[in-house]
């Protein structure tokens, strides 16, 4: 798998074409990013047989009957396994591209060119690919990897503020639990992120790829230390599946995510409350944590119980154990999660 990085590196495309004889493409994509960037991508496609699917943005959108539609496309544009799928967009079709290219014809090769923050630090690379279902996340899915990952900054330019706050998300999530200066050099440089200054967002990138890299190459298919990228998520997924994916997009959901836990780390006396605050103010900085009711409480943890399932029927958390390490924990009380949730210490 070849990851390659930078500014303005689209046109490289085309060399990759040649030297690896894909001739057939098929770019899956969304109508936000075909808006944006599709007459561009098409500019650089001449000479090759391609074909665009488009799927509406959003959440919504990883669902069985959205990957039936494409199917049915892939069918009728008679794509073999000699033909080339491209997945061109944020997480959503990165997700549901890497799952059509591993199931159709028993699996396609396929490339990752990511178009959100998100998707160039995080889900475009490590192989999971999957769509939801009955509002699980990511409950039917996969390994498929990518024969390359095109990572171009120059396709972030359009993206709103709301898709570069779910990007930091993750790259302050490496921090976390990987790099305690990286978590310190993005919270003091919010705005050069907001401001997409190109040099800072490389950076990012290269930081939080490598960091990835690292941990994925030691549990390709998460088993064991690689769930320690869940942090944030067990949290995290809960809320954005509570409220129907339509109010907190992934990222924002990470950021609550990661601030109960990490209160949740500090009750069990995992970290110090100087740490717990430090974590709280930076990532308050970009959303506000709610205070939930028992009702809602009780829906978040029955999301949760559903997790669970999937992870050895083990409630699995991963919680902060000092600065820029986290640790993973099966054993947490019910009750801190429900305090934490309720808010009522903040
Ligand atoms: P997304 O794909 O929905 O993109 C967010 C929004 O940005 C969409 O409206 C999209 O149309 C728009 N957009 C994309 N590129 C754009 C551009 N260049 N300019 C303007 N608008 C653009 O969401 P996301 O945040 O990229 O990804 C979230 C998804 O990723 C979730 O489904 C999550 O589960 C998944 N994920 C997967 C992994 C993995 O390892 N596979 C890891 C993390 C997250």
């Not at 303005?8 to 936000?32: C, E, M, P, R």
């Not at 809960?238 to 601030?259: K, T």
């Not at 019910?334 to 903040?346: A, C, H, M, P």
Request: charged share 25%; hydrophobic share 40%.
């Amino acid at each position: 798998m070849e990851i390659l990085t930078g500014n303005n590196i689209l046109a490289d495309l085309d060399s990759y074409f040649k030297d690896n004889g894909y001739d057939n493409l098929y770019i899956i994509t969304d109508h936000n990013v075909k808006y944006y960037h599709g007459k561009y991508l098409s500019s650089l496609l001449k000479g090759y047989n391609y074909k665009f699917y488009s799927i509406p943005p959003g959440e919504k959108s990883k669902s069985i009957d959205v990957v039936l539609s494409i199917y049915d496309d892939l069918i009728e544009n008679q794509i073999d396994r000699e033909s080339l799928i491209i997945a061109f967009g944020g997480g959503v079709v990165g997700d549901i591209t890497g799952f059509v290219a591993a199931t159709f014809k028993r699996g396609i090769d396929y490339i990752q060119i990511p178009t959100t923050l998100l998707a160039q630090v995080d889900s475009s690379i490590g192989g999971k690919v999957g769509i939801d279902y009955k509002g699980l996340k990511n409950i039917i899915g996969s390994f498929h990897f990518p024969k390359l990952i095109l990572i171009d900054i120059q396709l972030l330019k359009t993206l709103s503020n709301r898709d570069i706050t779910s990007g930091l998300a993750e790259i302050l999530k490496y921090g976390l639990i990987a790099d305690y200066d990286l978590f310190n050099y993005i919270s003091s440089n919010l705005s050069k992120a907001y401001n997409k200054d190109e040099h800072f967002l490389l950076d990012l990138v290269n930081k939080s790829i490598s960091i990835k890299q690292d941990i994925v190459s030691r549990d390709k298919f998460d088993k064991g230390e690689r769930r320690i990228l869940n942090f944030g998520h067990t949290v995290g997924h809960s809320i954005e599946s509570y409220f129907d994916f339509s109010q907190y997009n992934h990222g924002e959901a990470v950021i609550l995510g990661m601030i109960y836990e990490s209160y949740i780390g500090k009750e069990v006396g995992l970290i110090d409350d100087d740490y717990f605050w430090e974590i709280y103010n930076s990532l308050t900085k970009l959303i506000t944590p709610l205070k939930f009711n028992d009702l809602e409480i009780k829906y978040l943890l029955e999301i949760m119980e559903n997790d669970k399932k999937k992870l050895n029927d083990q409630t699995i958390l991963i919680l902060p154990i000092g600065k820029g390490k986290v640790g993973i924990f099966n054993d947490v009380d019910v009750d801190l999660i429900i305090n934490s949730l309720k808010g009522e210490w903040f």
